[in-house]
């Protein structure tokens, strides 16, 4: 496949349409700076479903139509078109029968972009997968733009193995991986959606079962408690008008006897109302003697009050008068004290006067003589800065000299240490030797490579067959064991919901259902014998009777059938119903001769009037017609059930045969699996052979390689050493030459440096001498400052001191005169105050025997009201029991009147009740004799037991909760949906394990791809790298031990070098190396075109030569188009 045509318009610079023809496997396209050649380079990427702006030198996608200049105007969109020829068929997919392919893409200005490959539009995503696996592509190593060299030497190690990975085709594995992975995730989800639904799918079911139980158990409790509340209600009734008679009579008792006690009453009240008199006259003398008494005490109590006052006060001024008198001592003592003290600070403050003074005279003597000493100093350092310039000059020409010198003589001890020993002349026939030796042994690695691909793709092609049948023999294996599931959970959920509620205390044969299940009846006997196909088959009823005595329990409810030896003559002239089975005729011959089966309810119309009384018509949808009625259940669960009983019965069959057809596909499954298995450890055991052996061929390679270049190094290092020689004997005599003249300027400045060093020595010593003398003033100085700073704050302290003394002498004697005058104000306070208290102690004294007089008096009034307080309340005690009992005869009669009137209600009501429950009980074919009824009320305990029984029956109605009458049928759907769903989850699960060993294969392919075309480039970019630097070597390394996925890093030491990082390489050393890599690729899977855009910029003459020359080589194979600004560059390619 090759690049026939370029077709350009209004794409970037190209405005007018522009067509490009590329006749030739080697096309040049030449033009100075800014001519628009990388838009070339530009368009091909474009077209080929590039869609980063960036990456095509623009800020937003509208920046490649063309913008308009001063003479055109701007275009409306832009349209590139590539030709391929594919005669060789090297594109697959659906051109693949062309011979001629056209790539176009068009941008408008609205930004939609158009592809069409051939005129047919298609999507970018088919331009991608279009060229997968070629080499070709926006961002492949087969288009290589403007400073891509460089980015292809510096590359991450994940985008180096995008390049490897395109040119081993794996790139097409990678996006089918990708695109089973994105399936892969969806089926997950889905799963997990499946997955969900079913657990909620089982837990509706669970629900739905104990419901569907809980509905059949409900149905015979509420019949059993109807019954009973029939009963019942009869019996209230009886019991009611028995209370209502019985509260009539009471009534009239009761009237009776109210009317005497209210006689009695009226005579105790009257003797009350006289004793109440009496005691009030009491009371209120009483409480006059009482008023006196509080009053006197009061008096006293106020004249004790004002004693205990007049003491405080007298307690409290003592106790301060004699407080003033202890502090008036101190404080006559402390004026004593403080005035000794002054005198004593009076005559020291003289003295520290004229030690101040002394001081400041001496502290002037010394600075004087310091001021001189610092002018003298100045003087001395000026002297000293002077000598040590002079001193500078000298020292820096001697410092440069010396590091001159001793540079030349470091230069000269390295070029005599560099100067190459004399080496002995290389053996270069020992060395051709070799070669053929190692030609020989990578000929024959190579024919034993060929040999184990050989057998590995037969084991390969082996395994998938293999893989094949393992995957058919999975499907069938999973098919059954979900056919298997599907039946065994069909056959547990009907086990369940038709498993009896409890084991019969009475040993009995199975149901008729269960009968007719075996027998597979038709479901019109599930209609026929409605509730009474749960009945239990029994040889005698008299014998069961007698069984149920002798245990002691009864059953609350259900049905029980014997066989009959005498049945009714059937009707000559009506359909029979067909019996399931002979067995069963016994205990079924009398529902079929009285229920006739019939086509539709028309039929069953039309022939009611020839129906025997006692017969009816039943239908198989669940009409049922008498002679004189018509009726249809609501919820006929009977046929329903026996339909779920006779598919129980096949489910056994079914079961089993599904569980023997699992059983053996597994079987089969594991047999194909352990030769799979076996055949795959055979292929990896080869593979490591394999990789082996190529890891033999590449060292015998490599050591071929090598040994040639040592055989040229050799030749070419005897020519280096001669050369190198000759040079450096002519450096060392330029050496030795400027040696000498250095040696003489050090010298010279050496003396001067000496001299200069002397009189700066000189006049350091006289400034350290001026120095020592300033530092000793200036600590006298500092001394005598300290001194009188000394003198001064004593002399301070002292005026302090004595200001603060006769402060305080004033204050105390200020403090004298106010406790006098204290003094004298409460001695006057204390005399009135003990002439107050006498006075109130003589008529305290007085209050008291005032007090005891009212007292006796008082006594007296208590006394006498106490006698008529007892008289009352005897009268009122007679009274209120008069009273209590009148009450309680009128509650009496008002209590008889009330159940009079409650029994008549209860009466009412019970009536009421009976009559609608008795309405209910119709439909249950019920009877209630009044003389049973009428024994029930004679007995005392029949309420309580009634109660009882019902409270049971509640309670076990109650404890089954809201029941669902329609569970079983939603049971049966959501069963049935359950199924549905576990087969779809099956299917899942199925599919997400072929996704997961379709990526496991995808992996294992791109893995031993990768490997393959790993040790290949390998191979070949060491031999192109000596081609192009005539040495050295280069080889790529994978970053981790992850084939799959880890990165590569690119090694590359050019000859002579110890180069360990790319980056340390020239410019034209690194577009070398990136040359040897791309060309190694296009060895590996030829990519159909190459695009170098000014690749040859930086390198030089003898390196383009190299490039051309394997340009040239490789031309034959891929067409390559060069972009170039060097006029001489079409010579050159």
Known sequence: MRLTRLYLAGFKSFAAPTEIVLPDARVAIVGPNGCGKSNLIDAIRWVLGESSARQLRGAALDDVIFAGSGQRPAASQ????????????????????????????????????????????????????LFLGTGVGARSYSVIEQGQINRIVDARPEELRGYLEETAGISLYRERRRETQSRMTQTQENLS????????????????????????RYRVLQRQRRILMA?????????????QTAALHSVQQQTALVAQLALAQAEHEQARATATAARQTAVQQLQAAQARFYR?????????????ALRAQLDALTAQRQADLTQRAQVSQAILQQQRVQAERESAYITLVQTQQAAADARAEIHLALRGADIDLTAQRQAWRI????????????????????????????????????????????????????????????????????????????????????ANARLEMQRAQKTRDTLAAEQAGLTRLLKPAAKPAVAVNESLMVQLARAQADPWWGHALGAQIQAQCVDDLDALVRQWAAVGDVPAGGYWVAPISEAPAPAPDLAQAPMPAAALQPWLTDWQRTCHPADNLTQALSLRHRLPLGQRFVLADGWQVGRHWLGRMAQDTAAERLAQHTRLTVLADECAQAARLAEACEASYQQQHAALATSQHEATKAAHQLRAQEQTVLRSQTEHTEAGYQQQRLIERQKEQATRRQQQEHEQARLAAECAALTGKVAQWTLAVREATAQRDTQAAAQQAQESLVQQLRRKASEAAQQGQAAERAVDQNQHQRSQAAQ???????????????????????????????????????????????????????????????????????????????????????????????????????????????????????????????????????????????????????????????????????????????????????????????????????????????????????????????????????????????????????????????????????????????FALFELNPAPFCILDEVDAPLDEANVGRFCAMVSAMSDRVQFLFVTHNKIAPCNY
């Open 78 to 129: 832009a349209v590139v078109e590539l030709s391929f020829d594919n005669s060789a068929r090297r594109l697959g997919g659906a051109f693949a029968a062309f011979d001629q392919i056209t790539l176009r893409r068009s941008l408008g200005r609205d930004g939609q972009s158009r592809y069409e490959i051939n005129q047919t539009r298609v999507r970018r995503r088919d331009v991608i997968d």
């Open 808 to 1078: 305080f002498i004033a204050r105390d004697h200020a403090v004298l005169a106010q406790i006098d005058a204290r003094l004298a104000q409460m001695g006057e306070k204390i005399a009135a105050l003990t002439a107050q208290k006498i006075n109130q102690q003589a008529q305290h004294a007085a209050l008291l025997q005032q007090q005891e007089a009212v007292a006796a008096d008082v006594a007296a009034a208590q006394a006498e009201e106490g006698r008529a307080t007892e008289a009352v309340q005897h009268r009122e005690t007679q009274g209120h029991a008069a009273q209590l009992a009148h009450s309680e005869a009128q509650a009496a009669v008002q209590m008889a009147a009330v159940q009079h009137a409650q029994t008549q209600v209860r009466a009412e009501h019970t009536e009421h009740s009976l009559r609608e429950v008795l309405n209910a009980l119709a439909d249950d074919s019920v009877t209630l004799h009044s003389n049973t009824i009428e024994q029930m009320a004679d007995d005392p305990d029949t309420p309580a037991r009634q109660a009882a029984q019902r409270e049971s029956l509640t309670a076990q109605i109650d404890r089954l909760g809201a029941v669902n009458l329609t569970a079983i049928a939603a049971f049966a759907e959501v069963q049935a949906r359950k199924v549905a769903l576990d087969a779809q989850i099956a299917d899942v699960a199925m599919a997400l394990t072929q996704l997961t060993e379709a990526i496991a294969t995808l992996d294992r392919q791109t893995r031993a791809q990768f490997r393959q075309i790993f040790d290949a480039v390998n191979t070949r970019i060491g031999p192109l790298f000596a081609q192009l630097f005539g040495g050295g070597e280069a080889r790529l390394n994978l970053t981790g031990t992850d084939e799959l996925n880890d990165g590569l890093e690119l090694i590359a030491r050019p000859p002579g070098k110890k180069t360990t990082q790319l980056s340390l390489l020239s410019g034209g050393e690194r577009a070398l190396t990136a040359v040897a890599l791309i």
């Open 296 to 308: 006197v005490a009061a008096d006293c109590a106020q004249c004790e009050g004002g004693l205990g």
């Open 231 to 243: 009963e019942q209600a009869a019996v209230a009734h009886v019991l009611a008008e028995r209370a």
């Open 387 to 470: 000598a040590q310039e002079q001193l500078a000059e000298p020292q820096q020409q001697f410092a440069a000299a010396q590091a001159e010198l001793a540079a030349l003589t470091r230069q000269s001890q390295r070029l005599a240490a560099d100067a190459p020993p004399p080496a002995e002349e290389p053996d270069v026939s020992a060395w051709a030797a070799r070669l053929a030796e190692l030609d020989a042994q990578s000929r024959q690695a190579q024919a034993e490579k060929i040999a184990l691909e050989q057998h590995l793709a037969s084991l390969h092609a082996e395994i998938a067959a293999q893989e094949v049948s393992v």
């Open 193 to 216: 959606r499946l997955t969900d639904i079913a657990d909620e799918l089982l837990r509706q079911q669970s629900q739905l079962e104990r419901q569907a139980q809980s509905a059949e």
